[in-house]
């Protein structure tokens, strides 16, 4: 039976990407913790490859995969300087990782992840809005700050973004406004997703 995963954004991305023609090879850039979203596209059949800067957020994705029997391939990386080859893969995204980097930082990790994709190919990423409400910055001992050089996260205006697509056609985008309570506490997030494909 395949686990349901977390992340309801990808799901959409996923089902995208199981109607593309092209070989299912994909690649999660910020692909660390416990029960790493890559999962979901493994148990769908795809070559899964994750990339992961930070060494704890890595290893718990390899311990999480080791009880899981996944084989998944894991490896320390910077999305910002990906280490595979031009147009290596079919299918590119990152979740919740990409606004932990100042804006250069966001448009180069962009031109990468377009880099090692296919024509044809399909990439997502979300990004956080200005109407996300958390402003906080960053903890001097967190991974943002010591390994990104990032003071806070990085927002966006709703059509800002769309610039680092130019070479793709964005297929889907999304503002999405959530307000959720969980475990008695109440979150809001604002987010900007997009699913481009390569030209
Ligand atoms: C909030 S976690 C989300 C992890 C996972 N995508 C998920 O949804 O469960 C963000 C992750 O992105 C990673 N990350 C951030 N910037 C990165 C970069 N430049 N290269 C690779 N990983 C990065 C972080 O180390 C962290 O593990």
């Given at each position: 039976m395949i686990e349901i995963s977390t992340a309801t954004p990808l799901y959409e991305y996923l089902r995208l990407c199981n109607l593309n023609p092209l070989p299912k090879k994909i690649l999660d850039c910020g692909a660390g913790w416990a029960n790493t979203k890559l999962s979901l596209f493994y148990q769908y059949g795809y070559e899964a490859f994750g990339l992961e800067i930070n060494k704890e957020a890595m290893d718990e994705a390899v311990e999480f995969c080791k009880e899981k029997d996944y084989a998944l391939h894991l490896l320390r990386g910077d999305m910002r300087d990906i280490p595979f080859a031009d147009e290596a893969f079919s299918f590119v995204y990152s979740y919740?990782?990409?606004?932990?980097?100042t804006k250069p930082d966001i448009k180069n990790s962009i031109n990468e992840l377009k880099r090692v994709l296919r024509p044809g190919g399909l990439c997502y990423v979300n990004l956080f809005s200005v109407d996300d409400p958390d402003n906080r910055p960053f903890d001097r001992n967190s991974f943002a700050y010591r390994l990104l050089k990032s003071e806070r996260f990085s927002k966006f205006e709703d059509n800002e973004a769309d610039i680092y697509f130019e070479?793709?056609?964005?297929?889907r985008k999304e503002k999405r406004l959530t307000e959720k309570i969980e475990n008695e506490k109440k979150y809001v997030r604002a987010d900007i997703d997009y699913i481009a494909r390569k030209k």
């Open positions: 919740n990782a990409i606004s932990f980097m070479s793709c056609e964005i297929i």
